[in-house]
């Protein structure tokens, strides 16, 4: 499927505290309208890092750097070095749908839940599970108690990679059985950790058979969000391409194109080299807030999310996470995919299959 735009709703004004202020050498990436510490809101960058002269890894906009690669791909990654950043100003505002109130929960004992919550639920019991869920790191959008798609999305998470529950499975409903289970389960801990030397201080894992991505600091699990990444299919369509993109590095105004190619999210270790804040057209489709790892492969924010893969090959997140993972990641972090076959390292570096130009293709 593409990532095409979908009409959405205004989000809540309630915003939850942010849970630190992200470290950066050289700059702080952040989202805008988030405050961080009382420095106030630095707007995020737009960085190019050129590896190898390949493509998908050139210059992203008139005044980014580029920053020749010497690391040969190989079974791990090598770190990587920017040294400029440019704004990428947005004028939209995050977006996301408000669910329907038609049942009110509530309970006389916040330690056990008197009935199953699900989308559309409100109450009390539901501000509780959205904050015992942020606990865990799973994000769960505003402590509003509305049961909205950012908790149901959270709680698929949470079935997941917690419970071991398979992806097509997941529910999204929480009944007192799985309430227990929550509110003792230990917190999420990384299947590679920093202490045992086996990657950077921060880093992401993506867990393909899960569909969950989640950020760690220092093996603490910092935002966990369910996903949807590269369907497997083929697909062929016309798509529009933002000056900076790959196929229109130099450009100074969006072109479209026809375009093919296949939906594939590959395993593998990798490291962020170009982080951008707002809204972007590439071949794989609209992207917010994407942070390259894998030529023109991203996380980003999307407006379409399913249970299931769903993608071109980027790693789909909901907008409102995609504005705020920035603050959890820096360039030259690594990058974790497991693919459910092999383990990432054993894999290294494995480009995306890339797009190709439709040759029956007309802009009509």
């Not at 990532?3 to 809540?12: K, R, S, T």
């Not at 190019?48 to 005044?63: H, I, L, N, W």
Request: charged residues 20%; hydrophobic residues 35%; aromatic residues 8%.
């Amino acid at each position: 499927m593409a990532e095409h735009d979908w009409d959405w709703a205004d989000e809540p004004s309630a915003m939850p505290p942010l849970r630190r202020a992200r470290r950066h050498d050289a700059a702080t990436y952040t989202r805008r309208r988030l405050l961080v510490g009382a420095g106030g809101l630095t707007a995020a960058g737009l960085v190019a890092v050129a590896v190898g002269g390949r493509p998908g890894r050139g210059v992203t906009g008139d005044a980014a750097t580029t920053v020749p690669s010497t690391a040969a791909d190989g079974l791990m990654p090598v770190a990587l070095r920017a040294t400029s950043t440019t704004a990428a100003p947005t004028t939209e505002p995050p977006t996301t749908t408000m669910p329907s109130t038609t049942s009110s929960t509530t309970t006389t004992d916040p330690q056990t839940l008197s009935e199953p919550l699900r989308f559309g639920s409100s109450g009390r019991a539901v501000g509780r599970l959205q904050d015992r869920l942020r606990e865990l790191a799973f994000e769960p959008g505003p402590s509003d108690g509305l049961f909205g798609e950012l908790t149901q999305q959270a709680v698929w998470a949470f079935e997941k990679l917690a419970l071991g529950v398979p992806r097509a499975e997941a529910t999204g409903r929480v009944t007192d059985e799985l309430w227990q289970q929550m509110r003792t389960h230990d917190p999420i801990r990384p299947r590679r950790s920093f202490a045992a030397g086996q990657t950077s201080a921060d880093h992401t894992e993506v867990y393909l058979p899960e569909q969950v991505v989640a950020f760690f600091d220092n093996d603490q699990a910092v935002l966990i969000s369910h996903m949807s990444s590269g369907s497997g299919e083929h697909w062929r369509e016309t798509v529009t391409i933002s000056p900076g993109e790959y196929r229109n590095e130099r450009g100074t105004e969006p072109i479209r194109l026809g375009l093919m190619g296949r939906s594939i999210t590959p395993g593998g270790v990798y490291l962020f080299d170009r982080i951008v804040a707002g809204r972007r057209l590439g071949a794989l489709g609209a992207m917010y807030d994407p942070a390259y790892f894998n030529y023109g492969i991203a996380i980003h924010g999307a407006e379409n999310i399913p249970l299931e893969p769903a993608s071109h090959g980027c790693v789909r997140v909901h907008r409102y996470i995609g504005e705020r993972f920035h603050q959890f990641i820096d360039r030259a972090d690594q990058v974790w995919v497991w693919d459910g076959e092999q383990e990432p390292e054993w894999i290294g570096q494995q480009p995306p299959p890339f797009d190709q130009i439709d040759p029956d293709w007309t802009d009509a």
